[in-house]
Each structure stands twice: as structure tokens, then as C-alpha cells.
Nanobody, 121 residues
Framework: QVQLEESGGGLVQVGDSLRLSCTTS????????MAWFRQAPGKEYEFVASIKGGATNYRDSVKGRFTISGDNAKNTVHLQMHSLKSEDTAVYFCAAKSGVHRVSPSLYNYWGQGTQVTVAS
């Protein structure tokens, strides 16, 4: 019943901007922690950002460059990315959990299929 689907990934160059979107169904995005994780080939899932209500959290390496936001009327969460770096290259996943913010991917109940972001150097 719960579905999350990411879109907006693509191939960009260093310094470019990109906006990812996560559409949700079967849950109220405003009542859950919504988060973005990413996974580069051969690496573990890495927390990027989360939002619940007016509270947001970011990993240090994206602070000042990425912004997470929600459009509750459309049940959609966005990740606006600026000043992209080659190290941002990864598959980006949308995830959701009940309760409070956490950074561990194992605590998130629902996941999308991911969208590829490639930042060419």
C-alpha cells in the first residue's frame, strides 16, 4: 500500500544543480520522517538529509549545498542540489519512517527504487 518513487536524476557536470523528487502514496508524508540516502558502487548507504514538519537534518558534506523540502499537498519530497561535486555521484533513494529522525538506513521502513545521479568531473 505504501509506495515511494524517485525521479530527477541524471548526468551533470561539476558545479551544476539538480532537483530530485520523491512521490509518495499510501502514507501522509507530513506525518513521517522523509529522508534521502545515497549509495555509491561498492559502498554503504549514506544518509543525506531528512525532514519532518519544519525540522531538517543534513550530513555535513552537503550542508549549504543541498536543501530538502516537502510539498504536503502533493505528497512529494524534493532534494534540491547545488554546486554538485564528483563525490555526490550515487544512486539516491527516498525513504520514510515513523517517529523521530534517525540516520541509520535500517530504521527506515519504506524505500523507493532509487534514481542515478552522475556528476562528471
Amino acid at each position: 500500500q505504501v509506495q515511494l518513487e524517485e525521479s530527477g536524476g541524471g548526468l551533470v557536470q561539476v558545479g551544476d544543480s539538480l532537483r530530485l523528487s520523491c512521490t509518495t502514496s499510501g502514507l501522509s508524508s507530513s506525518g513521517y520522517v522523509m529522508a534521502w540516502f545515497r549509495q555509491a558502487p561498492g559502498k554503504e548507504y549514506e544518509f543525506v538529509a531528512s525532514i519532518k514538519g519544519g525540522a531538517t537534518n543534513y550530513r555535513d558534506s552537503v550542508k549549504g549545498r543541498f536543501t530538502i523540502s516537502g510539498d504536503n499537498a502533493k505528497n512529494t519530497v524534493h532534494l534540491q542540489m547545488h554546486s554538485l561535486k564528483s563525490e555526490d555521484t550515487a544512486v539516491y533513494f527516498c525513504a520514510a519512517k515513523s517517529g523521530v529522525h534517525r540516520v541509520s538506513p535500517s530504521l527506515y521502513n519504506y524505500w523507493g527504487q532509487g534514481t542515478q545521479v552522475t556528476v562528471a568531473s
